[in-house]
Nanobody
Framework: VQLQASGGGLAQPGGFLRLSCAAS????????MGWYRQAPGKQRESVAE???????NYADSVKGRFTISRDNAKNTMYLQMNSLKPEDTAVYYC?????????????WGQGTQVTVSS
């Protein structure tokens, strides 16, 4: 089972980026998914979460700017980040509860760097 994040990069303040996170593996079923981020010198924090039924929660700092979504058929989650601010600069990680061989385990993706700077 693998969780692969992609889509980070450099954006200007007010710009946008879209992150993707794909789960792969034989016979898997993906439950809750979420995006986290960790800025230099800070603890990892939750950015947005989405359940298998589509229930969503956002951190107050990204409400109205970020949109989390998922495509269950592709076992893929997305994070559309608009109106980016320098304080959004961080390594973004995806996280998911994945059922495989009748067991549920929590997985982390490898992280993707998002830098917001002019």
């Amino acid at each position: 089972v693998q969780l692969q994040a992609s889509g980070g990069g450099l954006a200007q303040p007010g710009g946008f980026l879209r992150l993707s996170c794909a789960a792969s593996g034989s016979g898997i079923s993906v439950s809750n998914m979420g995006w986290y981020r960790q800025a230099p010198g800070k603890q990892r924090e939750s950015v947005a979460e989405i359940t298998s039924l589509g229930r969503i929660n956002y951190a107050d700092s990204v409400k109205g700017r970020f949109t989390i979504s998922r495509d269950n058929a592709k076992n893929t989650m997305y994070l559309q980040m608009n109106s980016l601010k320098p304080e959004d600069t961080a390594v973004y990680y995806c996280n998911a509860d994945i059922v495989s061989s009748w067991a549920v385990r929590n997985y982390w993706g490898q992280g993707t760097q998002v830098t917001v700077s002019s």
